[in-house]
């Protein structure tokens, strides 16, 4: 099946700096590529996705990076806010509704 | 449109007892999944269900099983409760044909 690698596990940056977050897929039929958002306490919340016929979208601050041959993608995150703090998920999928997650990115925001 | 919505949202069980959990996808998604969430395993896929069938399945052992109504309302059970099985239980429902996902608040699951 589907493995998802997720790194790093926890990153820290001074806010205003910016944030990437990488993923790595081992199945080349995986095409479809979201990324959550968890605050603490709180329900994964969608924040961008990207499909495997596009190689980047961005949404304001928020940006990812598709890498088909390599297998990676990347979540780029600029002028970071400290209420960007929150654990990030990047996930790959290849059929409707079956999602394989990373072990999350604890992203910390130092105002 | 009201979200998703998970209950209970918090369970304390004891070893060997068994759960059940439950989950209202948003009005007119037909796809319900579940997920384990723990520390440091992130979420890991249950199974999924579409129109009251058992379309995904992931690498859980039959303890761990579930049920979609007609209503697209959907259940898990767990039986025969493990330490290990203390985790966050998310469900997760879309569309149809949309693949975004939309996540529940969770249940919460002690296992003492």
């Known amino acids: 099946g589907e493995n998802v690698e997720q790194h790093p596990s926890t990153l820290s940056v001074q806010e205003g700096d910016s944030a990437v977050i990488k993923c790595t897929y081992s199945?080349?039929?995986?095409?479809?590529f979201p990324w959550y958002k968890q605050e603490l306490g709180k329900r994964p919340q969608l924040i961008i996705d990207?499909?495997?016929?596009?190689g980047e979208k961005k949404d304001q601050r928020i940006a990812v990076t598709l890498n088909k041959t390599a297998k990676h993608f990347s979540l780029h995150i600029t002028e970071t806010q400290p209420e960007d703090s929150a654990v990030y998920f990047c996930?790959?999928?290849?059929?409707?509704?079956?999602?394989?997650f990373g072990t999350g990115t604890s992203l910390t925001v130092i105002p | 449109k009201a979200g998703v919505t998970q209950t209970p949202r918090y369970l304390i069980k004891t070893r060997g007892q068994q759960v059940t959990l439950s989950c209202s996808p948003i009005?007119?998604?037909?796809?319900v999944s579940w997920y384990q969430q723990t520390p440091g395993q992130g979420l890991q896929f249950l199974f999924e269900y579409f129109s009251e069938t058992q379309r995904n399945k992931g690498n859980f052992p039959g303890r761990f099983s579930g049920r979609q109504f007609s209503n697209s309302r959907s259940e898990m059970n767990v039986s025969t409760l493990e330490l290990g099985d203390s985790a966050l239980y998310l469900c997760?429902?879309?569309?149809?044909?949309?693949?975004?996902?939309?996540f529940g608040p969770g249940t919460r699951l002690l296992v003492l």
């Open positions: 997760a429902s879309s569309s149809e044909v949309g693949e975004t996902q939309y």
């Open positions: 009005s007119g998604h037909r796809s």
């Open positions: 199945d080349s039929a995986s095409n479809y």
């Open positions: 996930a790959a999928s290849k059929r409707a509704n079956q999602f394989y």
């Open positions: 990207i499909r495997s016929n596009v």
